[in-house]
């Protein structure tokens, strides 16, 4: 039994084919978690600094969300003079 129901297709022409080209092996790439430790060893140092801006940010996010922009004025127009006010 086999897994395709088409035909294999042609081989390209040589002139649609590009050249093949050799990557050079580059060295692997190591990872480190400095910013964990730092993250860490801050906590550890300084925990009244990390404390206040938890504090500051539960302030901001239970003090509700942004104003809008107020209303315009009601004889103000919406755009410049001549150009087509927008349907809403």
Do not use: K, N, Q, Y
Request: net charge positive.
């Amino acid at each position: 039994m086999t897994s395709s129901v088409l035909p294999p297709l042609p081989p390209l022409p040589a002139a649609l084919v590009p050249p093949r080209r050799e990557v050079p092996d580059f060295p692997p790439i190591c990872g480190t978690a400095r910013g964990r430790h730092r993250l860490r060893w801050a906590l550890r140092r300084r925990p009244g600094r990390c404390a206040a801006g938890c504090l500051v940010l539960a302030a901001v996010l239970l003090s509700g969300p942004l104003r809008g922009a107020p209303p315009p004025p009601a004889g103000a127009s919406a755009g410049a003079p001549g150009c087509p006010r927008a349907s809403t």
